[in-house]
């Protein structure tokens, strides 16, 4: 993956992150935003998903997410709440 998009994707992230305030959906429509971004076919091969489970709304496991964030060459942490 291009150090820029890497980037951009770390960036967009960490702002949806931030302004989320704790919504789920929010969350996961940014990550499925990345994830198109990059391409749903090549985020299905890197995470061995089907490539039409990665369409589907709603609430993603915790794994489908760890597993869509490796992908992107990404990974979940955990900071102090302000």
Not at 12 to 26: I, K, P, R, S, W
């Amino acid at each position: 993956m291009p150090s820029i998009f890497k980037a951009k994707s770390e960036w967009h992230l960490q702002t949806c992150f931030e302004e989320a305030d704790g919504d789920a959906g929010v969350i996961a429509a940014a990550i499925g935003h990345v994830a198109k971004a990059k391409g749903f076919s090549q985020i299905a091969k890197d995470t061995g998903l089907a490539r039409e489970a990665l369409y589907m709304g709603g609430n993603p496991s915790l794994q489908t997410t760890l597993l869509v964030l490796k992908a992107l060459g990404l990974q979940l942490t955990a900071t102090k709440a302000a």
